[in-house]
């Protein structure tokens, strides 16, 4: 039997419908979330995504500031602005596009970033809070996993579930937050042996590797929730994710398309940590984590 097609367009709409009733609520109360965007450089892919970025915070009433810098910005530039704003409470969520030019340290950038503004949750705070459960900002993408899982009625607790992808961004915090929902995690990646003898046990499979077709239907158990991570270009410059679509469709029980879920919840969740983040300030009286 051919699978279900995740909608993630409804999904979405459904939880920014959610987030734009709770941030009136805020604004009313005297607080207005506010969220700035750094992006350097002129990568096409990443500029839609801030572009995306700054369209969904306007959809929510959301207040936004993108700052759009030069390939040659030097670091040094690009931690003074975010110490200005984690100084400045009107922004309670501070993101710096990935990836940064190469001659930028992005993890010693990360580091300069509030805790309590980072709404990516890349700062190593934030990354060892989830490790140990504490509540807290959760990093978007996997978040976005999450919520789907949640949508479509499929609990983890009990099933085994494979991440294919190791990343800081998706793999390992992916994995931990189907941990915390009491599944059995495996991790596979580039150096993982016999791949399909694993992924085919998975009831969840979760593909975040960002190589286009990884998986295909000899990966997949019949009936599993395949979710795509992925965000590539197949030969003919089509947007497409890790699994092959076409194939995998027949065999799986769930499946997310790309373009139109993954990346669009990703988005979702960040809206989500800069209410939480804004909400929190205002009930502390202080700028978010300060
Ligand atoms: N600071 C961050 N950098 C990056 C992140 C991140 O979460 N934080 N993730 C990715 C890029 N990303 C978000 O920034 C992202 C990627 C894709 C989409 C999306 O909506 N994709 C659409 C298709 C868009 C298109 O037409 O190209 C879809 O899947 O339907 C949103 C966000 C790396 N960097």
Known sequence: ?????????????????????????????????GLVVII??????????????????????????????????????LVKLIHKYNENPEFHGILVQSPLPKHINEEQVVDEITPGKDVDCFHPVNV????????????????GVMEVLKRIGVSPAGKHAVVVGRSNIVGKPMAMLLLREH???TICHSRTPNLQDITRQADILVA????????????????????DVGMNRNAEGKLCGDVDFDAVKDIAGYITPVPGCVGPMTITMLL???????????????????
């Not at 975040?208 to 979710?227: F, L, Q, R, T």
């Open 1 to 33: 039997m051919a699978a279900e097609v995740i909608n993630g367009k409804e999904i979405v709409s459904s939880i920014r419908g959610e987030i734009k009733q709770e941030v009136a609520e805020l604004i009313s109360s005297g607080t207005t979330p």
């Open 40 to 77: 350097v450089g002129d990568d096409q892919a990443s500029h839609v995504y801030v572009n995306n970025k700054e369209k969904a915070c306007a959809q929510v009433g959301i207040k936004s500031h993108v700052h759009r810098l030069p390939a040659d910005t030097s670091q040094e530039k």
């Open 128 to 143: 060892g809070n989830l490790m140990i459960g504490k509540e807290g900002m959760l990093p978007c993408t996997p978040a």
């Open 183 to 185: 599944a059995t995690v």
């Open 208 to 227: 975040a590797v960002g190589k286009a077709n990884v998986i295909e239907d000899k990966h997949v158990k019949p009936g599993a929730v395949v979710i």
């Open 272 to 290: 989500k940590n800069t209410l939480s983040s804004a909400r929190r300030a205002s009930l502390s009286g202080t700028a978010a984590g300060l």
